[in-house]
């Protein structure tokens, strides 16, 4: 049985596979263990970064199956699902630490000292261009990417550090194939940075004056 196949017909056993047109991509164009879905009518193509290849058979249909969930707006749960989750979320263990940056590295350890105890590992770190996006953290790569907006304003990059930190930190969490990164407990978290209020605040202002387009946070 093929592997779209397999998961269809395992998440939903009371439709007809015959009705859909699934198929398969592993693309070089993604990052890291990056995927999305296109839909059209009745076509779902099921596009995977070529890294997913050696990755298990049970893994990648966890990986579509939550995919499908997206599509066909349902709530569910599987093992495989499950066991994709567990991977993503221990991901970061096997992946190279080769990047970095000495005023990311200097940030990183600040925040990583004052408020987890120094007990982070460090990811890779580097800078991007985008404005909209100040920070990001990716799960496929283990990486925290900050935008050079931030470069010369030591306060927002730290406070911006924390946020991504936060999110390699907690991951995030799992319910009925929905996955939420900005939980209850990762917002009470955020407030716990000294002169919270006043960083968004700053940020707010700091993006106003660049863009009008709106603070986008990962």
């Known amino acids: 049985m093929k592997l779209v196949e397999q998961a269809f017909n395992d998440l939903f056993p009371n439709k007809n596979f015959e009705d859909y047109d699934l198929k398969i991509k592993y693309t070089d164009k993604f990052k890291p263990y990056n995927a999305n879905v296109r839909y059209t009518r009745n076509s779902l193509q099921f596009n995977l970064s070529k ?4 990755v298990s058979k049970e893994i990648q249909i966890g990986l579509i199956q939550g995919l499908m969930l997206r599509i066909f ?5 599987t093992t495989n699902i ?4 567990s991977f993503m ?11 970095t940056d ?21 990811p890779n770190l580097k800078w991007h261009d985008s404005i909209r996006r100040l920070g990001s ?4 790569s283990d990486a925290i990417s900050m935008s050079k907006v931030l470069e010369n304003d030591e306060n927002l990059l730290d406070y911006v550090m924390y946020h991504e930190i936060l999110h390699k930190k ?3 969490h799992s319910k009925n194939g929905r996955t939420h990164h900005h939980t209850r407990e990762f917002k009470e978290m955020e407030r716990k940075f000294e002169n919270n209020e006043e960083m968004e605040e700053r940020i ?3 993006v106003r004056q660049r863009s009008r387009k709106r603070v986008v946070w990962f």
Request: hydrophobic share 25%.
């Open 204 to 206: 707010k202002k700091l």
């Open 102 to 122: 000495p005023v990311l590295e200097q940030s990183f350890n600040k925040i990583n000292d004052k408020y987890f105890f120094g007990l982070i590992e460090k």
């Open 82 to 85: 499950d066991l994709y989750n």
């Open 137 to 140: 953290y990716e799960y496929g």
């Open 73 to 77: 707006k349902d709530k569910k749960s």
């Open 89 to 99: 979320r221990n991901l970061h263990v096997s992946i190279p630490k080769t990047s």
């Open 51 to 54: 890294r997913w290849r050696k």
């Open 170 to 172: 907690h991951k995030f």
